[in-house]
């Protein structure tokens, strides 16, 4: 079996939700530190950040204001105004990367994969035909080649249009 160090991953692995409370919702709590904290853009009752460890580029997160655990539990007001910001998400992905699809979905509860179990969010990733290539194949390894921070002046330009 093969053994990847890679420290950095500890902090996403322990930052779900901890002592010292959830990710998300200190997020949603801090405003003035929205570049910092890879947030491209803020509605009413839902934020758009960055995926802090992508599978491609452009890999956001639309996370509800509100701590809930389940799409159940959530107003339909907070649903509704998280759809069309999924759709904004999505126009703005494909303005500017131009992918040849985009995954958009959730993982509600930690067996389904949410790696943030206790406060639901949706995906949206770009995805390109050539993007499963032989790296993530054979050598478990994704190749993520724009830096975060570029990548969240291209969406938060492309979101305020």
């Keep these: 079996m093969d053994h990847l160090w890679s420290p ?3 902090r996403y692995v322990t930052e779900g939700v901890s002592e010292a409370g959830c990710v998300f919702c200190r997020i949603a709590e801090d405003p003035t530190h929205d570049e910092e904290n890879l947030v491209v853009m803020r509605g009413r009752r839902n934020f758009i950040v960055l995926n802090l460890y992508p599978y491609a580029n452009g890999h956001c997160l639309i996370v509800p204001h509100a701590h809930r655990a389940t799409l159940e539990d959530t107003e339909a007001e907070t649903v509704q105004e998280m759809a069309a910001l999924t759709q904004r998400v999505e126009a703005a992905l494909r303005k500017i990367y131009k992918p040849d699809g985009i ?5 509600i509860g930690r067996a389904a994969g949410a790696g943030v179990a206790e406060h639901i969010h949706m995906h949206a990733l770009p995805r390109w035909f050539a993007d499963s290539n032989f790296a993530t194949v054979v050598g478990e390894t994704r190749i993520v080649p724009e830096e975060l921070n570029v990548t969240w002046k291209r969406l ?4 305020a249009d």
């Design 103 to 107: 995954n958009i979905g959730m993982n």
């Design 156 to 159: 938060r330009e492309a979101l």
């Design 8 to 10: 950095w991953r500890y």
